[in-house]
């Protein structure tokens, strides 16, 4: 069992940074890969980052690449560092983690879910 708890949303203009974590209990926490998708109103849940250990294993959706890192230190913490943010980035943003090792983008394939935070840019 894993619990995944965000922090760090809130509204920002556009060309700031935000910084989200994601805390994670667990004794198997270490095993998982793990992964930032986001959803704005009316829309689907969209892959945003994922990362299994090594920043060099990170994949990142195309409209966020050169923008945002999604980082995974050695503690039971998963951070996406959010910069040069625009009005379309505005989404709930959850922290997932999934038992399957290989790269995975789909929302249906992640097997644990935190609570989701608010990020708002505006223009």
């Known amino acids: 069992q894993v619990r995944l708890v965000e922090s760090g949303g809130g509204l920002v203009q556009a060309g700031g940074s935000l910084r989200l974590s994601c805390a994670a209990s667990?004794?198997?926490?270490?095993?998982?890969?793990m992964a930032w998708f986001r959803q704005a109103p009316g829309q689907e849940r969209e892959f945003v980052a994922t990362i299994y250990w090594s920043e060099g294993s990170a994949v990142y959706t195309d409209s966020v690449k050169g923008r945002f890192t999604i980082s995974r230190p050695a503690s039971k913490s998963v951070y996406l560092e959010m910069d040069t943010l625009r009005p379309e980035d505005t989404a709930v943003y959850y922290c997932?983690?999934?038992?399957?090792?290989?790269?995975?983008?789909?929302?249906?394939?992640?097997?644990?879910w935190g609570q989701g935070t608010q990020v708002t840019v505006s223009s």
């Open positions: 997932a983690a999934s038992r399957d090792t290989t790269v995975v983008i789909k929302a249906g394939q992640y097997d644990y």
């Open positions: 667990g004794r198997t926490f270490s095993t998982y890969r």
